[in-house]
C-alpha cells in the first residue's frame, strides 16, 4: 500500500501545501504574503489572515497537481512549531479537521528540523552522521544529525538569527523588506574586502550577531556624519562586505563543527541558505576541508511544504503519530 501523504506549512507567512508518496514529492505549492511590505516586516494577525484566505486553495492545487484524491490519502502532516501562534493554528486546526474528516492519523512535525529533511527530498542525499548548518531568519543552528529523526543541535545563536542580521543590516541601508535579497543582489556587484566589520569572539560553537548589528550601525552613522551620500556612493561594497561577514562567522563555526565531530557530511538549510555567497563559499570550503556538500534546491531552503512532507514521511514510518488535542508552540 502506498504511503500518501498531505502536508501542510504556515509557521510565518507563506501557507504550503504538498503532497508526498512513498517517499517521493509530487506537488509543493506556495502562497506568498505581499500585505507585509509596506510595514517592513511580517504583522502576525495580517498573516493569519491571509494563511485562512491561502489554505483552501492551496490545498486544492496540490491535491490536484499530484493526482490524489482524499481517499487516497494516508494521513496528515503539518507544522507545530516553531512560528507565529496565530499563523500555526491555522495549518494545526485545518489539518486537524481534515484528518477527523477523513479518519486519517495526523502528524505533526517540526519546523527546523524539517528545515533540516530538505537535504534528503532529492538525490544526492547525505549519509549519517550529517552536520548541517542551518540558518533563517528566526534561527541559525549547527545541527548533528545522527538519522532521520535524531538530530543534536550542536550551536546556536544566544541572541539574533543571520537572517536577522541581513533583514536589520538592509533595513539600517534604507533598503526595503525583505532585505536580505537585496543585501545577495548588490553585494555580488562589490568589493567584500572594502569595509571590515569584527566576528564575534563567542566560544565553543554557538553564535552571536548582535554586537555584528550594532558595529554595522555606528559605522554608518560615523560614515553619514561625513557624507550624507555615503551609503548611495558605496552602497554595492557595503552590501558585500556585510554578507561577507555573516557568511565568514557561519563558516567558521560549521568548519570548527566539522572538525570536533569529525563528520565530513555537511549540508545547509534555511531561507539564508539560499544566499548565493553562503552557497559559493561554503563549496569553496568543502573542497579545501575534503567535506562532501549538500545544498537544497532553492524552492526547499525558504519555508515550504515538501519539508514538512519529508519528514512527515519518514515519522509515518516509525509510527510517530499525534492525537486531535496536540497543540501548536510558537517555540521549539
Request: net charge negative; proline share 5%.
Amino acid at each position: 500500500m502506498s504511503i500518501n501523504i498531505l502536508a501542510i506549512e504556515s509557521s510565518c507567512d507563506e501557507t504550503s501545501a504538498a503532497v508526498i508518496k512513498d517517499g517521493r514529492i509530487y506537488s509543493n505549492f506556495i502562497a506568498n504574503q505581499t500585505v507585509h511590505e509596506q510595514y517592513g516586516g511580517v504583522v502576525p494577525e495580517l498573516a493569519s489572515r491571509a494563511h485562512q484566505e491561502n489554505i483552501v486553495p492551496v490545498v486544492d492545487q496540490a491535491l490536484k497537481t499530484a493526482g490524489i484524491a482524499t481517499s487516497d490519502l494516508t494521513a496528515i502532516a503539518f507544522t507545530q512549531s516553531p512560528g507565529l501562534i496565530g499563523s500555526l493554528l491555522v495549518g494545526s486546526c485545518f489539518a486537524k479537521a481534515m484528518a477527523l474528516a477523513l479518519n486519517l492519523p495526523l502528524i505533526a512535525v517540526q519546523h527546523m528540523d524539517a528545515h533540516v529533511m530538505a537535504n534528503f527530498i532529492e538525490a544526492p542525499t547525505p549519509a549519517f552522521p550529517f552536520l548541517c548548518l542551518t540558518v533563517s531568519g528566526g534561527h541559525t543552528q549547527i545541527v548533528l544529525c545522527k538519522d532521520y529523526l535524531h538530530m543534536e543541535i550542536i550551536g546556536k545563536t544566544l541572541d539574533d538569527a543571520a537572517g536577522e542580521a541581513f533583514d536589520k543590516s538592509a533595513k539600517l541601508l534604507g533598503l526595503p523588506y525583505p532585505g536580505g535579497p537585496l543585501i545577495d543582489k548588490y553585494a555580488q556587484l562589490g568589493n567584500a574586502h572594502r569595509f571590515k566589520f569584527t566576528e564575534p569572539q563567542i566560544p565553543g560553537l554557538d553564535f552571536s550577531f548582535s554586537g555584528l548589528k550594532t558595529g554595522i550601525l555606528y559605522f554608518l552613522q560615523e560614515n553619514l556624519q561625513k557624507d550624507p551620500l555615503f551609503i548611495e556612493h558605496h552602497l554595492h561594497d557595503i552590501c558585500a562586505s556585510i554578507q561577507e561577514r555573516i557568511v565568514s562567522i557561519l563558516l567558521n563555526k560549521l568548519r570548527k563543527a566539522a572538525q570536533e565531530t569529525g563528520v565530513r557530511q555537511i549540508g545547509i538549510a534555511g531561507g539564508v541558505s539560499a544566499n548565493s555567497g553562503l552557497r559559493k563559499a561554503i563549496l569553496a570550503m568543502g573542497a579545501a576541508q575534503g567535506w562532501q556538500v549538500f545544498i537544497p534546491k532553492f524552492e526547499y531552503c525558504t519555508d515550504n511544504a515538501a519539508m514538512i512532507a519529508i519528514t512527515a514521511h519518514y515519522k509515518y514510518l516509525a509510527g510517530e503519530f499525534v492525537g486531535l488535542d496536540v497543540v501548536p508552540s510558537p517555540r521549539t
